[in-house]
């Protein structure tokens, strides 16, 4: 987890950072290419939008608490039953 101040990013799901330096060899794949293009599209990144509030189940707040606990790996048995209760 990288923290900011008050805020924090997880790494990605796959690849690698867009925020991490990238190397600079003369061949390089396509992999790497991507990773290039991956950065510079990041840099291009002048405006941030902070969202501080959950809309999307502020209906449902123990569904909502549950959601972001299973985000950080935090689950709770009440969690794991709550999920279980809405398999379809």
Request: with cysteine.
């Amino acid at each position: 987890v990288i923290f900011a101040g008050d805020f924090y990013q997880f790494p990605p799901v796959a690849g690698s950072a867009l925020y991490s330096p990238i190397s600079t060899y003369a061949n390089p794949s396509e992999q790497e290419i991507l990773k290039r293009l991956g950065r510079l599209a990041w840099k291009t990144v002048n405006t941030v939008v902070t969202l501080t509030e959950q809309q999307r189940m502020k209906s449902d707040p123990p569904f909502g608490d549950a959601m972001q606990r299973l985000r950080v790996h935090e689950c709770t048995y009440e969690d794991v039953d709550l999920f279980n209760a809405r398999l379809m």
